[in-house]
């Protein structure tokens, strides 16, 4: 049907989105690393710059997830980190402060975040997966019921 067809739409930008925001997010906990070994303030603003773009992407997901779950009620998914709060205690910590604890902080942020971003992906692939099965045997079963129509229609002709 259209409809799954649509969510199906919608599962492919979801997962589109949750890999783009899985690469920034290993980018940033790589520069963050380098961070941590007493990387240099280059480091350190390339790490701010993958957080503020996790940031924004996470604006975009929240929009796709909204969308995604009112089109498919069935299977609600939803992220347990949100755009407004992510990242927000330490980003300003990090720059005024920029010690190894709040580094330390950050990377534990940035792992979670990108633990959660696995799971919504993984959650995505297996709705997807469901729906494709169910698009295939409807699919199969119009088929079925095509075939059958044409071969009554010779009967009757």
């Given at each position: 049907?259209?409809?799954?067809?649509?969510?199906?739409?919608?599962?492919?930008?979801?997962?589109?989105?949750?890999?783009?925001?899985?690469?920034?997010?290993?980018?940033?906990?790589?520069?963050?690393?380098?961070?941590?070994?007493?990387?240099?303030?280059?480091?350190?603003?390339?790490?701010?710059?993958?957080?503020?773009?996790?940031?924004?992407?996470?604006?975009?997901?929240?929009?796709?997830?909204?969308?995604?779950?009112?089109?498919?009620?069935?299977?609600?998914?939803?992220?347990?980190?949100?755009?407004?709060?992510?990242?927000?205690?330490f980003?300003?910590?990090?720059?005024?402060l920029?010690?190894?604890?709040?580094?330390?902080?950050?990377?534990?942020?940035?792992?979670?975040?990108?633990?959660?971003?696995?799971?919504?992906?993984?959650?995505?692939?297996?709705?997807?997966?469901?729906?494709?099965?169910?698009?295939?045997?409807?699919?199969?079963?119009?088929?079925?019921?095509?075939?059958?129509?044409?071969?009554?229609m010779?009967?009757?002709?």
């Amino acid at each position: 049907s259209n409809e799954i067809i649509d969510i199906l739409r919608l599962g492919d930008a979801l997962r589109h989105q949750l890999l783009r925001m899985m690469e920034m997010l290993k980018s940033a906990r790589n520069w963050g690393r380098m961070d941590l070994l007493g990387g240099s303030s280059i480091s350190s603003a390339m790490k701010r710059e993958r957080m503020e773009q996790t940031r924004q992407a996470l604006v975009e997901l929240d929009v796709i997830l909204r969308y995604f779950r009112k089109k498919f009620r069935e299977f609600p998914v939803a992220s347990r980190i949100s755009a407004e709060e992510w990242g927000q205690d330490f980003f300003a910590a990090d720059f005024v402060l920029d010690s190894i604890g709040i580094d330390i902080l950050i990377q534990m942020d940035i792992a979670d975040c990108l633990s959660e971003m696995e799971r919504l992906y993984h959650q995505t692939e297996i709705i997807c997966h469901d729906l494709r099965q169910k698009a295939d045997y409807m699919q199969e079963q119009k088929e079925s019921l095509q075939a059958e129509w044409v071969k009554y229609m010779e009967t009757i002709e």
